[in-house]
């Protein structure tokens, strides 16, 4: 039988373009008059022709053709009209052998770029060699035989009916369905909203759409679940210190109500931070810190920025942070010189817990760490000063550091 495998142009093809003896098996189902048997005929196979020549009737009384016509291929019924009624009536005996021409991605010599249909039923069926069809055709298989290969049961196409979308829609209307899908892409970090056209297992149609905001919302935070809430923070921001100073303050008063930032409230966060955002870079342009400040609320917020501030103001102006390390005191560092100016050294909690400071040489090692600084300038900074003025004669080292000003940002010290 050979291989009647009409190009891409050629729309549905005529009747004559089908393998010789195609409908013989209509002819030989209609001899048997209704409810008759044959013994060499499988009935299963019998009630498929059945529907099939009965679609092709209906089909043919709707085109205004006689049955005859198309089951003999008489002259009152043109090519077109008899091409387009053979179509629908394969696709209602064989709604499963609907596919679209790929190349193979199977691995093997054999058949590696070879070209088969992904089948609508969701497998797949082997084309011949000299088939000439494009990749992303849409076609039915009009004659298809199952046999064993090295693959095991292996369905082999020899002629297929080119396929219109139009067509498969009058067909097969019903099984026809849209889907709508909304996923976060890992590789890109951003979410994809999808629509399509499916028939069973095939994908007709596919279109990227703007898709619900919810939606796509909860999709990048699902999708953005696993990174910590520090890669999605905006430059400047501090999420990992605003959770430490929450912390801090919610194991020294309870009575404040303080999130514990548990799994749940963190997921929440990044639900509130990816409203209205698409991608990893829409929520980073935006940062988290509104999002987390939010889970407070008014009173909490206020009594955090007060008993456990983030920062504090050094006497030349420059901004020192405050870390809230768990389990441990708050702590400062900055060079020595920078807390000239300051009697006492800074205090949360309402001045009732101190920061232990760390002051830095101009080199920026550890020279004292204390909780005391007004015990520092009086009994350590003499003898350290010496040593200082030594080792680092370009800087300034005053005798009453608690009343002089500190050296200006970004100079010699």
Known sequence: MGHAMPGPGSGAAPVSDLPDGFLDPVETVAGLGAGGRHADLDPAAVSVVRRAAVH???QARRAGLCPAAVVQGGSGAGPG?????LTLSLLAGFPDRVGRVRRSILPGLARAGALELALSSGGTADLPADALLPEGRLVIAADATERAGARGQVLRVRSARPLDDDDLLEGRFDEVRETIEVRFL????RVESVRRLVYDCLVLEERPFQGDPASVADALAA???DRPIASLAAEREDPAGFLARVAFLRGRRPDL???AFDDDDLDA???DACRGCRSLAD???RGV?????ARLGTGPRRALDALAPATFRLAGGRTLRIDYPAGEPPSAASRLQDFFGLARGPAVMDGALPVVLHLLSPGGRDVQVTTDLAGFWERHYPSLARELRRRYPRHSWPDDPARSAPPPPHRAR
Do not use: F, H, K, Y
């Not at 810190?289 to 400040?293: D, K």
């Open 289 to 293: 810190q509104e999002a987390l400040s």
């Open 269 to 271: 966060v990044r639900r």
């Open 283 to 285: 929520v980073r342009r």
């Open 257 to 259: 109500g303080l999130p």
């Open 186 to 189: 890992p590789g890109a970090d």
């Open 81 to 85: 009209d008899l091409g387009r009624v």
């Open 56 to 58: 092709m009737e209906a």
């Open 223 to 225: 999708g953005l679940r």
